[in-house]
Structure formats: structure tokens, C-alpha cells
């Protein structure tokens, strides 16, 4: 279920998870759909030598996860940033690895600068879906599971054509009106990640 | 930029411990000074025997001020000049040649809390980072190492009273536990150490050791990095002169003193400005710039800091 590198450039380039030896805690956060028995795997193998200090949280249900030790399943991403808020006092030496779909990795990111976390402290990895999320430069709504070149805004209705830019602060590409110099003149609508 | 200089007059001269001056600067006709930044420098031509003495020093004013620089001196015993020029020669009304401002300490503006170590002098930078209005709003604490006679010392630049500044010295119950220190600190701090090679290195080795990620540890060597040493030759094949390197001056002094103008910043072997393709000879790599691979490979030479192990370098200058 490897997935062909995505042709948008600004893309951040994602690299497998990887514990820090010198590193305390660590918590592998993991988008159960997005997985599969491979990625599981490499990631159990990957993670043993951290294995006495690891805590696997997983969205969604997981496959049983050989190797993996025992996983904490939560109901949702708010579930797991209060997850997170539990582990406080959050240190300098705890390290965040997150796998999963582009939208979910950062809206996991995202929850943990907010708690305090250093990016430096935070791996992201892919898997799944390529599609993108997208943020409306107009009335600053998200616009969940884009596989297409333009799109309809789902805050505003505008027709938005999705910039190949992708937005760290938002986690999410810049989504601009398609017609907004001239009008009705719209591009066909490409199908860029099915 | 990095040729271009300021004409300074000192305005001020205070000696504030036997081995501490504090000079105030001023541009000569009275024009407003390049502003600097938090942790920033400037390099000084400073008078000495018979020869010029190049130190880098740290700011302690205020980010931005434009009226005048102030530094502060320590006279170091086994000083190649620099600092006794400093404490011995220099008067009031004086007029020296500087730098802009540079700078290669500066606070990172990402971090949650600033946590800031220093040794004695090594606390300069850390005077302008704790009047940085970003450092304030963002939270921060200072431990400094010094001699229990200088506590008081700095206190003319530390805010009154600030229970966030901490004073250790080398007596039962009143050293800095570093590691002790770093375990406590929340996510998102960032580090800072600057004061002598020891102290820094137990720093850096205690965060590293704590799984600190290496993007939040920031060091700045006090004092030069020693680059005096066993005299050797040096080449410059472009310009086709050689010269002897003395035991107590730099590879990149004695080029000067050829009258070769070989760019540099920092001289202290942490900016990479002065990086020298190195043609023949071994090098003693002494600076913190050049990675483990570049240094293997040999390549390259800091000449700010480094110097031969043999008896002779060529330099593609």
C-alpha cells in the first residue's frame, strides 16, 4: 500500500517514523484506516528498542497490531489531544510520532504545539489517502477530502481552485476563487488524487 | 557588509570589579549607530603593542539602541592582548575602528521559555536577551555561574529584584545541578549556554544525554577560542607569500598582517565566514563550524581558530 510520491511540490516530504534512543517518552499516534499490516510491522520493529517507554494510541480500530504492544484505542482526534493534555507536565525530552492521512498527521501536530510540544519534538509519516485538505482564503473554512483540482467551498459555496501550497499553520492548502478576474471562466475540473 | 566598519569613540569607562571594565561607545560625529539585535556582537580593532588586537564582544544594550554600544571586558590573565588593551590602553575619548553589529546568538523567537546558562563574563549576551520585549513576553530564566564576590556585579542590567535570575557559585549547596536543571523544563524551551569551553560542553552534554532535539541547544563560546599554538609556516599560493605563524597569534592574524584581506566575522571559529580552501598540510581543526566529515576529509581550514599540525599549510589565498 506504498503510494506513488504525490507530483504537488510543496507537499511537505514525509519519512518514516523513527524513535530517538536518547529521547524519554514517546507516543505513536496512529490513523487506524490509514494503516495497514505492512506499515504495522515496520513500525513494531522500528519502535522495540523504545518499547518500555512507547504508548500507542490508535483513531479508529486497528487490525491486531503484532508486535506493537498494547494500544489505546480513542474515538476521535479531540480524543486524542485531551489524551495528550494528560501526559502533562509535557518535557523537553518527550517525542510525538504521528502516522496517517495528510489532514490527520497535522491536525495531530496542530493539537500538540498548542499544547506546548516543540516541532522538533514531533515526527509526521503518510499513509493512506493523498487527498488534501483545504483552507479557504476567503471565509477561512476547511474543506475536508479534496481529490480534485477545484472545488466547491464547503464554508462558503465559492468555487476554489486548490494552490499547490501547502500551509503549516493550517495543515491544510490554500484554496483561492477560481473566477474571481473574470467571472464564469472556470477550468475543467481535474481528478488529481482518486 | 562584512567589510564595512564604524569609527567609535569610548564615551565611558567604568571599572566595575578589579578584572571588569565597562566601555560605552559612540560614533564619532554623533550619528545614530546600526541598531543591534539580542545576542549580537560587534568586532573591535582594539590598540596593542606594537600590533591590533581583533575581539568580538556581545552587546548588552537594549535590541535596538542607536546612541551608543556598551560592552563588558573581563581581563583574562593569559590574554594574547586583546583584553589588557582593553583594561590597560584604552582611554576615555579614544576612537577605535568596529563592525556592524552581527549576530550569531540570537533568541529564538519559536520557543515557549527561554532557559539561559552562563559563566561569569558569559552572561553579556544574556544582559540584551533579558531586556528583548519577545523573551520577556515569552518567559525565561537565567542561571548565572560566577564568583560569589561578582553577584552584584551585573546587577546595574538586571531587572531589580527578578526572582527568574539565579546565582550559583563553586560552594557546598550553591552549585548549578545541570542536569537537574534541564529534566525540569516544560516542552518547547529552548536553550542557551555561553561561558568557558567546560561549562558549555557539561551543558551540551547533559542535554543531549536528556534527549533535548538538537534544534533547541544554542551555545556561544566565551572568550576566543584559544588559537595560539606550536608556530608553523603558512603559504598563500594565489598571492604567492608565506608566513610565519607565531605561538600566540592566529592563521587568520598573521595573514592580515601580510596586509591580505581575508573576510571574517565572528573570529571565533562559529560563523564560517573566514572558511579557507586548505591545498596542502594537516590541519588542527579548532572551530565549531566544519562538520566531522569536512573536517576528515581536510579540506578546509577555519583560520580564525585552527592551525597546522605540522609545520607547514598552503592555502588557496
Same mark, same amino acid.
Given at each position: 500500500m506504498k503510494l506513488p510520491p504525490s507530483e504537488v511540490t510543496s507537499r511537505p516530504v514525509y519519512l518514516p517514523l523513527a524513535p530517538e534512543l536518547a529521547a524519554g517518552r514517546h507516543w505513536l499516534v496512529l490513523d487506524a484506516p490509514s494503516m495497514d499490516e505492512v506499515l504495522l510491522a515496520e513500525l513494531a520493529s522500528a519502535f522495540a528498542p523504545v518499547a518500555e517507554r512507547l504508548q500507542v494510541w490508535s483513531i479508529g480500530s486497528l487490525? $491486531? /497490531?503484532?508486535?506493537?504492544g498494547p494500544v489505546t484505542r480513542l474515538a476521535d482526534l479531540k480524543a486524542a489531544a485531551s489524551a495528550l493534555a494528560g501526559q502533562w507536565p509535557l518535557r523537553v525530552s518527550d517525542r510525538l510520532c504521528v502516522q496517517g492521512s495528510e489532514p490527520f498527521v497535522w491536525s495531530v501536530f496542530l493539537a500538540a504545539r498548542e499544547l506546548g510540544l516543540a516541532e522538533s519534538q514531533i515526527q509526521l509519516a503518510h499513509a493512506g489517502s493523498q487527498r488534501r485538505r483545504v483552507w479557504c482564503t476567503h471565509c477561512h473554512g476547511f474543506t475536508e477530502g479534496v481529490s480534485s483540482s477545484t472545488v466547491a467551498c464547503a464554508g462558503c459555496g465559492r468555487e476554489l481552485l486548490v494552490r499547490d501550497h501547502f500551509s503549516r499553520r493550517h495543515g491544510a492548502f490554500m484554496g483561492v476563487m477560481v473566477d474571481a478576474e473574470v467571472p464564469g471562466q472556470r477550468p475543467v475540473r481535474e481528478e488529481l488524487f482518486p | 557588509m562584512i567589510s564595512s566598519g564604524l569609527k567609535l569613540k569610548v564615551v565611558a569607562v567604568n571599572d566595575i570589579a578589579p578584572s571588569l571594565r565597562q566601555l560605552s561607545l559612540a560614533s564619532v560625529d554623533g550619528s545614530a549607530l546600526p541598531p543591534n539585535g539580542a545576542g549580537s556582537h560587534v568586532l573591535f580593532n582594539l590598540p596593542g603593542q606594537g600590533r591590533v588586537h581583533r575581539n568580538a564582544y556581545s552587546l548588552i544594550n537594549p535590541p535596538g539602541s542607536r546612541s551608543q554600544y556598551d560592552i563588558i571586558v573581563r581581563r583574562v590573565p593569559t590574554s594574547r592582548g586583546g583584553s589588557a588593551a582593553v583594561h590597560e590602553r584604552l582611554q576615555l575619548g579614544d576612537v577605535i575602528e568596529a563592525q556592524l553589529p552581527a549576530n550569531l546568538f540570537p533568541p529564538q523567537r519559536r520557543a515557549r521559555q527561554h532557559l539561559m546558562i552562563a559563566g561569569g563574563i558569559g552572561i553579556t549576551p544574556f544582559l540584551s536577551y533579558l531586556q528583548d520585549a519577545g523573551v520577556k513576553a515569552s518567559g525565561y530564566a537565567l542561571h548565572l555561574c560566577c564568583r560569589e564576590s561578582e553577584r552584584e556585579v551585573f546587577a546595574p542590567w538586571l531587572p531589580a529584584g527578578d526572582p527568574q535570575v539565579f546565582f550559583h557559585w563553586d560552594a557546598e549547596g550553591h552549585r548549578l545541578d545541570i542536569p537537574a536543571l534541564l529534566a525540569r523544563q516544560p516542552a518547547g524551551t529552548h536553550l542557551y549556554v555561553c561561558g568557558p569551553a567546560e561549562l558549555n560542553q557539561a551543558v551540551l552534554d547533559a542535554a543531549q544525554a536528556q534527549g533535548w $532535539? /538538537?534544534?533547541q541547544v544554542h551555545s556561544e563560546l566565551f572568550g576566543a577560542a584559544s588559537s595560539g599554538g606550536a608556530p608553523f609556516e603558512a603559504v598563500l599560493k594565489k598571492s604567492g607569500q608565506s608566513v610565519r605563524v607565531g605561538e600566540d597569534e592566529s592563521l587568520l592574524e598573521a595573514i592580515e598582517r601580510l596586509g591580505v584581506a581575508a573576510p571574517c566575522l565572528c573570529r571565533g571559529g562559529a560563523c564560517g565566514v573566514c572558511v579557507t580552501p586548505l591545498l596542502e598540510g594537516e590541519a588542527e581543526h579548532r572551530d565549531h563550524y566544519l562538520s566531522a566529515s569536512d573536517k576528515a576529509q581536510g579540506r578546509l581550514i577555519m583560520p580564525c581558530v585552527s592551525r597546522a599540525r605540522g609545520a607547514r599549510l598552503v592555502l588557496d589565498l
Amino acid at each position: 500500500m506504498k503510494l506513488p510520491p504525490s507530483e504537488v511540490t510543496s507537499r511537505p516530504v514525509y519519512l518514516p517514523l523513527a524513535p530517538e534512543l536518547a529521547a524519554g517518552r514517546h507516543w505513536l499516534v496512529l490513523d487506524a484506516p490509514s494503516m495497514d499490516e505492512v506499515l504495522l510491522a515496520e513500525l513494531a520493529s522500528a519502535f522495540a528498542p523504545v518499547a518500555e517507554r512507547l504508548q500507542v494510541w490508535s483513531i479508529g480500530s486497528l487490525q $491486531p /497490531a503484532m508486535g506493537l504492544g498494547p494500544v489505546t484505542r480513542l474515538a476521535d482526534l479531540k480524543a486524542a489531544a485531551s489524551a495528550l493534555a494528560g501526559q502533562w507536565p509535557l518535557r523537553v525530552s518527550d517525542r510525538l510520532c504521528v502516522q496517517g492521512s495528510e489532514p490527520f498527521v497535522w491536525s495531530v501536530f496542530l493539537a500538540a504545539r498548542e499544547l506546548g510540544l516543540a516541532e522538533s519534538q514531533i515526527q509526521l509519516a503518510h499513509a493512506g489517502s493523498q487527498r488534501r485538505r483545504v483552507w479557504c482564503t476567503h471565509c477561512h473554512g476547511f474543506t475536508e477530502g479534496v481529490s480534485s483540482s477545484t472545488v466547491a467551498c464547503a464554508g462558503c459555496g465559492r468555487e476554489l481552485l486548490v494552490r499547490d501550497h501547502f500551509s503549516r499553520r493550517h495543515g491544510a492548502f490554500m484554496g483561492v476563487m477560481v473566477d474571481a478576474e473574470v467571472p464564469g471562466q472556470r477550468p475543467v475540473r481535474e481528478e488529481l488524487f482518486p | 557588509m562584512i567589510s564595512s566598519g564604524l569609527k567609535l569613540k569610548v564615551v565611558a569607562v567604568n571599572d566595575i570589579a578589579p578584572s571588569l571594565r565597562q566601555l560605552s561607545l559612540a560614533s564619532v560625529d554623533g550619528s545614530a549607530l546600526p541598531p543591534n539585535g539580542a545576542g549580537s556582537h560587534v568586532l573591535f580593532n582594539l590598540p596593542g603593542q606594537g600590533r591590533v588586537h581583533r575581539n568580538a564582544y556581545s552587546l548588552i544594550n537594549p535590541p535596538g539602541s542607536r546612541s551608543q554600544y556598551d560592552i563588558i571586558v573581563r581581563r583574562v590573565p593569559t590574554s594574547r592582548g586583546g583584553s589588557a588593551a582593553v583594561h590597560e590602553r584604552l582611554q576615555l575619548g579614544d576612537v577605535i575602528e568596529a563592525q556592524l553589529p552581527a549576530n550569531l546568538f540570537p533568541p529564538q523567537r519559536r520557543a515557549r521559555q527561554h532557559l539561559m546558562i552562563a559563566g561569569g563574563i558569559g552572561i553579556t549576551p544574556f544582559l540584551s536577551y533579558l531586556q528583548d520585549a519577545g523573551v520577556k513576553a515569552s518567559g525565561y530564566a537565567l542561571h548565572l555561574c560566577c564568583r560569589e564576590s561578582e553577584r552584584e556585579v551585573f546587577a546595574p542590567w538586571l531587572p531589580a529584584g527578578d526572582p527568574q535570575v539565579f546565582f550559583h557559585w563553586d560552594a557546598e549547596g550553591h552549585r548549578l545541578d545541570i542536569p537537574a536543571l534541564l529534566a525540569r523544563q516544560p516542552a518547547g524551551t529552548h536553550l542557551y549556554v555561553c561561558g568557558p569551553a567546560e561549562l558549555n560542553q557539561a551543558v551540551l552534554d547533559a542535554a543531549q544525554a536528556q534527549g533535548w $532535539p /538538537a534544534s533547541q541547544v544554542h551555545s556561544e563560546l566565551f572568550g576566543a577560542a584559544s588559537s595560539g599554538g606550536a608556530p608553523f609556516e603558512a603559504v598563500l599560493k594565489k598571492s604567492g607569500q608565506s608566513v610565519r605563524v607565531g605561538e600566540d597569534e592566529s592563521l587568520l592574524e598573521a595573514i592580515e598582517r601580510l596586509g591580505v584581506a581575508a573576510p571574517c566575522l565572528c573570529r571565533g571559529g562559529a560563523c564560517g565566514v573566514c572558511v579557507t580552501p586548505l591545498l596542502e598540510g594537516e590541519a588542527e581543526h579548532r572551530d565549531h563550524y566544519l562538520s566531522a566529515s569536512d573536517k576528515a576529509q581536510g579540506r578546509l581550514i577555519m583560520p580564525c581558530v585552527s592551525r597546522a599540525r605540522g609545520a607547514r599549510l598552503v592555502l588557496d589565498l
